[in-house]
């Protein structure tokens, strides 16, 4: 790719960027980024586009999940374990109903850049940049805060390589054993609603493992072993080009930031920054598609991202909301086809269900969720194409964020644990009850079919 380069993206539109009022101080961090080890391997890379073609094909299911944003307050010892928690126990849970390996990829270890509808925010006559994340700048409302700050990048870098390490050394060391999933109980399981199908489902897997150990003499090594991969959305451009480096033996450039970024609607034009770079680098990537997506634009994405057809290379994760999903995917899964290219289709079921209360706080309600996600099944399999992976915004904490579920949250819980700064997320007992209807569903499509 002769026109290509880390910082190529430079020359083009680059939206969602801040402005810094320092830009020789910029380009110094940037060199500091480039020269920092990196997060991840190309091997890790490799391993995950080969599974990610594998869900392209029914073969695997990919879940993807995490907190809209990552702040750096929050980067602690037991938010960590409990995002680690719940999405080793919704995997358990569509492994067992959908009877294929799950991938399982946190927003984690770099979510902490968000794209903004307006580049500033004005109180009392007041007005300063939006804040964009810690990434970038700060929360509070005052200048020295909002002000773009090009050191927040390396407070990203280090913040990332905390999450990760401790990330590592769990699973390295155990916690994600699947003999002993009762290291990845909360504490509120036990209450949940839904408990005991969980602890059957649990039981009737640890059976199943010891009867293959035993009876059939296999060695659980691959079957032990657990992985979690990152991924974050690729919008600051400097942080990502930093990290994007060549590696010995391979061909091309790897974003070592990440193993799976995407990029967001907001970014995706045609002859923008964000597709450019993109382009050139050989992580498996994700492009985030809504209401807005034409059939010609999905065309031209196919064609520059996924020129050659990479198995595992492009995911497109659709979020268009309930009352849409069922006229807006159908013709672009026809375009696919029509293309001839084979994508991984995932589903977000929550940004395209963001509505507000009478109050003013935003929230999503847990049946617009699961109905998203039903229809989507349904569509893909009547349009002959598979649905292959999952979005959510979830925490592993008994959060109040999202209304509905089992436990029947309504508006009124709303303000009892309410955190998120952006977006609302499903709380513990609303992300395993979903994990339980996808199951359901899953299982349910397949007798039909039988
Ligand atoms: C997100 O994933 O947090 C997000 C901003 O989503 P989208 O770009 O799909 O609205
Ligand atoms: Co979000």
Redesign the pocket.
């Known amino acids: 790719m002769e026109d290509w380069n880390p910082r190529s993206w430079q020359t083009r539109p680059a939206r969602q960027q801040p402005v810094y009022d320092d830009p020789a101080y910029l380009e110094n961090v940037v060199q500091q980024l480039s020269a920092l080890p990196p997060l991840v391997t190309s091997w890790e890379i490799e391993r995950l586009k080969t599974q990610l073609a594998e869900a392209a094909l029914g073969q695997r299911f990919l879940l993807q999940g995490g907190a ?2 990552e702040s750096f307050d929050h980067c602690d010892a037991i938010v960590i374990t409990n995002k680690l928690k719940i999405l080793l126990q919704m995997s358990l849970i569509l492994t067992y109903g959908l009877k294929r390996r799950i991938i399982r990829v946190g927003r984690f270890a770099g979510q902490y850049a ?1 794209p903004r509808s307006s580049n500033d925010e004005t109180r009392d006559g007041v007005t300063l940049p939006s804040f964009r994340g810690d990434l970038i700048n700060r929360q509070p409302f005052t200048p020295e805060d909002r002000r773009p700050n090009p050191d927040l990048l390396l407070r990203g870098y280090e913040h990332a390589a905390l999450t990760l390490n401790f990330i590592r050394a769990l699973v390295d060391g155990g916690f994600a054993d699947l003999h002993h999933p009762e290291y990845w109980d909360l504490d509120f399981v036990k209450h949940s609603p839904k408990a005991s199908e969980y602890q059957k489902m649990v039981q009737s897997i640890s059976d199943s493992l010891r009867f293959m150990e035993t009876l059939a003499g296999i060695e659980p090594a691959q079957v032990n072993r657990v992985d979690f991969f990152t991924s974050h959305e690729g919008l600051h451009l400097h942080y990502e080009q930093a990290q994007t480096r060549r590696v010995p033996r391979r061909v091309g450039w790897y974003n070592l930031g990440t193993h799976y970024p995407w990029i967001g609607m907001r970014t995706a034009e045609l002859d923008g920054a964000h597709v450019h770079f993109f382009r050139g680098i050989q992580n498996p990537i994700a492009i985030k598609i809504g209401p807005g997506m034409t059939r010609e634009w999905l065309r031209e994405l196919l064609d520059v991202l996924l020129s050659n057809n990479e198995p595992g290379r492009l995911t497109f994760i659709h979020r268009f909301g309930h009352e849409k999903v069922a006229t807006c995917l159908p013709p672009l899964i026809d375009e696919v086809r029509a293309a001839g290219k084979t994508v991984l289709w995932c589903c977000d079921p ?2 395209g269900n ?1 509505e507000k209360t009478p109050s003013g706080l935003k929230t999503r309600k847990f049946d617009n969720i699961l109905s998203e996600l039903e229809q989507s099944f349904d569509i893909h399999s009547s349009c002959g194409s598979f649905l292959g992976g999952v979005h959510f ?1 979830l925490s592993g904490d008994n959060v109040t964020e999202c209304i509905g579920g089992a436990r029947g949250l309504s508006e009124i819980d709303l303000t009892r644990a309410y955190e998120s700064q ?2 609302p997320r499903l709380n513990y007992e609303q992300a395993l009850e979903m994990a339980l209807l996808i199951g359901r569903k899953m299982e349910s499509m397949n007798r039909l079919q039988a």
């Open positions: 809209c944003a968000k929550m940004h963001t915004e952006v977006d």
